[in-house]
């Protein structure tokens, strides 16, 4: 019933037809024609054994997945090292439909032990791609049937699911097949002792060694540990979990099976970054190919040596890294857009049904398609400016604007026994805060943010919030509030009566992604990323001084992720994100909280929080004492016994070493631009030679310093300044130019040119040059923050 089962399993197939899939026969069992229901995955591989002989072993090879059989087909004829290799010179392939060729006469090529991200805009056919391959619908066209195909995806609700070990473990179809074949063997054996029998149980008793049969479940229990799953959560039905939940179990299934091909699509939904981290590092020792496609940037870098790119139409392969990938994706398409502008200024108006005129047609698409892609990059997600805070001075620093302030909070649900936050633990969130959150599901990341936001209150401690500031709170779940029969801009005039002039509300959904007709479509036939899309244009059009997410990447692709975070690290408020993206929280945070069971700890840098957040799952793992009461979102107890937490992972602790660090950063400016005045004053006494005259009139004749040839030539003094230091301006008698001057830029009439008085008057010249050029970059730089001061106060 699941893509998580087994290697090309077809989905939705009548059941005699899957009959017919996996036995080769066009013969159906009686068992089968139920009208009921359709047989569930275990039924269908129950019946095969309905009419197996069990002294013939090709008869009970019939019982095994299909790929198996084609395999051990191969071996017999005398194939030694059957490669792996996907090779299709020719692919073609169309939506279920056939409505539209998302394929045209590629190749599809995979190599064995590769791992490759698959990349492409949305629609282009990567989902599907995956189905064919795992349907075994790509067949006809050369893909090899003895390699095991695995799509991974969330496990349905079905009577076959028991306990998570039991689901994990029966979903290695060979497993369960060779498992099965070993009972009924070794039971036959007892009641009649023939050597067929003995003979044929040797072969699957090898076989079960091959898959490492006496540790199977042992190493799915060391799988579901760092997952959340202790060994009680092990023994819950799977029907009874949530649907993320559900995918995490579909997860270890699909790294128990290690299928020869593992399918893996947006795999990080759902998935908390403890989870991101053990799929990252399962990845990175997968034995078999894999084909990955997800938007956690972080993830792609780390593990994928490989990238396939589909572009219009066509597969093309990069023998790369995914960051390597992206710098010569980006030389290319820069290469191709002035490739085809020049084709189109040359066939300006061609015949449309021409072949030059419908080539033309294709390119100003696609330079349309890409010039809105580059612009959306930058501009997808936009914040105004948030609007002073009452009581506040302009110019305070955000680092001492306390918005929210816990100190020694402690925190349990009312009635019952479990605590939270058991240590008193505090916290400040200064308008400066953009703090990243790490931690596993039910380790309290959510009831810290609601104590935050004062949707809970303390058992002990306390918390305060500034008068006057706007939170603004960006969920996984955000998008449930809308109303799906309003259109994106009937939508936000919804939300916003008082706005009068509306163009400006479609604009600033126009700039979060909904464009054209887009803002006057209904949203009941939205995607995840579009909803998410009109959820942030509502809470970013009056903009919040604390901005909350969580997990809002899901549902998003990753030129919208890069576009999000552009936007975050615009914004000037404080900001909480609570994401599985390592390369979001890397590029929006200066602080880090991680939140594990037992521990609260900040640190200055994500790396450092990572490893704190990976050590417990590599705890969890060996099977050292770590408390969860919960696997299902419930948040956990700190660990009784625990030693107390090191002060150094406090945030007043981090708070002092950064304080420290910038005060140290500080001297050492200073004493950097101290050494560089004085070497400078140190300069000036070597080369500026004083003023031969200081007393200059209005009307006295001199030689005056032209920098531009380094030379004096005879001037006449027009005006002396009053307030020091003394500017003299003169006029060149011979050329009528007028300059202002140092006096040490002057010689009397008559006076010797020497070399040293060049220098001298040449050195005054630049440094005059450059105090002028700094005083007008800071007396525009005033004028520009107090244009932007008007601006907040008019708002």
């Known amino acids: 019933q699941t893509h998580a089962y087994s290697a090309h399993n077809p989905t939705r197939r009548p059941a005699a037809a899957l009959y017919r899939y996996f036995n080769k026969s066009n013969s159906v069992p009686t068992s089968l024609t139920m009208t009921d229901r359709d047989p569930t995955r275990l039924e269908m591989i129950h019946a095969r054994f309905e009419k197996v002989v069990w002294t013939d072993l090709q008869s009970i090879i019939t019982v095994l997945p299909a790929y198996k059989q084609e395999l051990l087909r191969l071996q017999r004829e005398g194939e030694k090292n059957v490669s792996k290799k996907v090779e299709i010179e020719m692919f073609n392939l169309w939506t279920p439909f056939k409505d539209k060729q998302l394929y045209k ?157 593992l399918l893996l699509d947006e795999p990080t939904n759902h998935l908390d970054f403890p989870s991101v981290l053990w799929l990252e590092n399962r990845l990175r020792g997968y034995s078999g190919s894999f084909l990955l496609v997800t938007h956690d940037r972080q993830l792609l870098e780390n593990v994928c040596n490989s990238v396939m790119l589909i572009e219009e139409k066509e597969i093309n392969y990069y023998k790369m890294d995914f960051k390597a990938f992206e710098k010569r994706k980006a030389l290319d398409d820069k290469k191709k857009y002035e490739e085809r502008e020049k084709f189109i200024s040359r066939n300006r108006n061609p015949d449309p049904s021409t072949p030059v005129g419908r080539r033309v047609a294709i390119y100003k698409a696609w330079i349309k398609d890409y010039t809105a892609r580059q612009v959306a990059i930058g501009d997808m997600f936009t914040f105004p400016d948030p609007s002073p805070l009452p009581g506040v001075a302009e110019d305070t620093p955000k680092e001492d604007i306390p918005l929210i302030s816990m100190k020694d909070v402690t925190f349990g649900y009312p009635g019952a026994d479990v605590k939270i936050f058991k240590k008193p633990t505090s916290c400040t969130i200064t308008a400066a805060t953009r703090m990243g959150i790490m931690g596993p599901n039910g380790a309290g990341k959510s009831t810290f943010l609601k104590l935050l936001t004062g949707r809970l209150s303390p058992s002990t401690g306390t918390s305060t919030v500034t008068e006057g500031f706007k939170l603004a709170y960006f969920g996984q779940h955000s998008a449930e509030e809308l109303d799906l029969e309003m259109t994106p801009f009937e939508w936000m005039c919804h939300k916003y009566p008082e706005v009068k002039q509306t163009g400006k509300l479609k604009h600033h959904l126009k700039k979060a992604g909904m464009q054209g007709e887009m803002s006057d479509t209904r949203m009941k036939g939205f995607s995840g990323g579009q909803k998410a899309r009109v959820i942030f244009a ?113 945030m007043e602790a981090v708070m002092r070493r950064r304080q420290k660090h910038k005060e140290m950063l500080a001297a050492a400016a200073k004493a950097k631009e101290d050494a560089k005045l004085k070497k400078k004053e140190e300069m000036k006494a070597k080369v500026v030679i004083a003023a031969q005259k200081d007393d200059w009139k209005v009307g006295d004749v001199a030689l005056a310093f032209w920098h531009e040839d380094r030379k004096f030539y005879k001037a006449k003094v027009r005006q002396v300044s009053k307030k020091k230091p003394i500017k003299v301006c003169v006029t060149f008698m011979q050329y009528g130019n007028s300059v202002v001057l140092d006096p040490a830029q002057l010689l009397v009439e008559g006076a010797e040119q020497t070399k040293e008085l060049r220098q001298s008057a040449y050195y005054l010249h630049v440094e005059n040059t450059k105090a002028r050029k700094a005083a007008l970059a800071a007396k525009k730089q005033k004028a520009k923050e107090d244009k932007m001061r008007a601006r907040r106060m008019r708002r």
């Open 105 to 261: 006469q590629t190749e599809l090529i995979l190599e064995p032990r590769k791992r490759h991200a698959l990349f492409g805009h949305n629609g282009c056919g990567k989902s599907t791609l995956f189905k064919a391959m795992a349907s075994g619908a790509l067949f006809d066209q050369g893909f090899p049937k003895h390699i095991s195909v695995l799509h991974m995806q969330e496990i349905e609700t079905s009577p076959d699911n028991g306990s998570l070990m039991e689901t994990v473990i029966n979903s290695h179809e060979l497993l369960y097949t060779l498992r099965k074949c070993r009972t009924t063997l070794e039971g036959l054996i007892e009641k009649e002792d023939k050597p067929e029998y003995k003979e044929n149980l040797a072969w699957v008793n090898q076989e079960l060694t091959f898959l490492k049969d006496d540790t199977a479940e042992e190493r799915v229990s060391k799988m579901l540990k760092p997952l959340g799953f202790d060994a009680k959560a092990q023994q819950k039905n799977v029907n009874d979990l949530s649907g993320g939940l559900r995918m995490r179990v579909a997860l270890v299934c699909a790294f128990f099976q290690s299928p020869d091909l």
């Open 538 to 650: 509502q809470l970013t059009y009056q903009c919040p001084h604390l901005l909350i997410m969580d997990e809002p990447t899901n549902f998003l692709d990753l030129e919208s992720v890069d576009s999000l975070i552009t936007a975050c690290n615009k914004y000037p408020g404080a900001m909480l994100l609570v994401t599985h993206s390592r390369h979001m929280l890397h590029s929006c945070g200066n602080i880090y909280l991680s939140i594990t069971p037992g521990k609260f700890q900040f640190f200055e840098n994500i790396k450092d929080c990572e490893r704190a957040t990976y050590s417990f799952i590599k705890d969890v793992e060996e099977g050292a004492k770590v408390k969860i009461s919960s696997v299902q979102g419930g948040a956990s107890e700190q660990a009784d016994g625990e030693e107390e937490e090191e002060e150094e992972f406090t």
